[in-house]
């Protein structure tokens, strides 16, 4: 690939800023001749994939205006389809102004038209003199009166056809359009068909769509590479903003996240010069804030052992982002978009098993009813009826250890290992876990187990869960 060093005085120039066109510099010209008016000229060398790279981003961003989108390296446009979109923005001028402040919101200048094809879309975008800043709307059944303005170039002829017609006085399409047409198709040669129904304001062409990829991603460059989680952060700023705008085309979230960090293989000593973090998020995310905010806290536990030269992040699980419809009346509430963050944030800081909502499970022993599982799955079904016909804790405690005498009078609620003898656990097949109720007041208890009653100090009255084992008994809940 070619660098500024490789460009050598004969190299012909491609694309000029407004700031070079001022000083006279023009697309063709060679570097040599474009210096002698500029001194101070600086030449870039952009390489193709970098282009091609930007148009499909751009091609993607633009599937939020319309079905189907395509992009050509070569011509720097990029189509999209908005037949029968025009009415969810407002309009075709509405709809061209919120596609051109998106594209400008990626860093990229762009001129956006809107006209009945492909071809008549991009002469205008291309060749039209603006003179007012803006989007430029041709009107339906219009494309003729749109050519007639725009210079010969326009008609993508080879160079050969329009230095001809140049030399005859006919320099813009309007001009073509008056002369009669069986003299001039003798002169245009294979394409004069084509040209013809664009003189006429007529393009049928078709719309060769673009297919993105199955897996969005983002990869940036360093020159000189980041040494701190702090100096990356401005790089995953980049990504993140460039991902998420590439979701909000495809109407998709990110359900899963990776970031791939290349470091500097002269300085890893030893250790793996690609560094994979993986990021599994509970409830997808699509907003560029909120993929930065995951993709730090994941970070921010990495050590990095080199400079970080590349870093490429993608989203290899998507989701379909949910639709909503805005309220004038009603205020949107803020938690609907503050949980998922929240969440994914979490489980990047803590893992993904240690964050999920508590769901209900059908089982005999009342301290495992609970279980954690992960959001959005299915909750586990409630059960129908209370298992055990006697009373069970209404809340539980940490478990402490309780006097074997002190359960004097208590009265027996369940015995586990009778109901739920497949989970036997403890020392051995032996082990018994009996839950008992422990009367706690003033009343004197009944004996327990043939023992004889033992007097006891006044207390608060209520009834607690006592976990029975072999040899020992812990305190479990209260019985409300």
Known sequence: MKTERDVMGNTRLDVVSREARALGVRAGQTVAAARAKCAELRVRVVAEGAVRGALARVAEVALAFGPATAFDVVEDVV?????????????????????????????HACRVAVADGPRIAAAVARFASARKPGPLVVAPGQGAAAMRVLPIAALALDDDA???????????????????????????GPRAH?????????????????????????????????????????????????????????????????????????LCEGAPHVSTLEATLPAPI????????????????????????????????????????????????KAERALPRLVA???????????????????????ERTRLVPLGSPAAARPSAQVTSALEPSRLVEPSSVARDALDGARLLARVEDVAWWRRTGSGVGTRR????????????????GQRPRPRPREEEGLAWVEVLEESARLRGWID
């Not at 998420?244 to 109407?251: D, N, S, T």
């Open 79 to 107: 189509w999209v389809d908005v037949g029968g979109c025009e009415h969810l923005h407002g309009g075709e001028p509405e709809l061209a102004r919120a596609l051109d402040a998106r594209v400008r919101s990626l860093g």
């Open 162 to 188: 329009i230095r001809w017609l140049v030399d005859l006085g006919l320099p813009r399409c309007g001009d073509l359009q008056k002369l009669p047409r069986r003299s001039l198709g003798t002169r245009l």
């Open 194 to 266: 084509d040209v013809m129904q664009l003189l006429d304001g007529e393009d049928r062409a078709p719309l060769d769509a673009w297919r993105p990829p199955e897996v969005p991603e983002e990869r940036v460059e360093l020159e000189w590479g980041a040494h701190s989680i702090e100096a990356l952060a401005f790089v995953l700023k980049t990504l993140c903003d460039r991902l998420a705008v590439r979701l909000e085309g495809r109407a998709m979230a990110a359900a899963r996240l990776e970031l791939v960090l290349g470091l500097d293989r002269a």
């Open 286 to 333: 699509a907003r560029a804030a909120d993929l930065l905010a995951v993709v730090r806290s994941r970070l921010e536990h990495q050590a990095l052992a080199a400079p970080v030269l590349t870093a490429t992040l993608r989203a290899p699980e998507l989701a379909r982002a949910p639709a909503r419809t805005g309220s004038l009346l009603a205020p949107e509430p």
């Open 345 to 367: 944030e979490l489980a990047a800081e803590l893992g993904t098993p240690r964050v999920g909502v508590l769901a209900l499970v059908d089982t005999w022993a009342p301290d």
């Open 434 to 449: 009996d839950l008992v109720a422990w009367w706690v007041g003033a009343k004197q208890p009944q004996p327990w187990r």
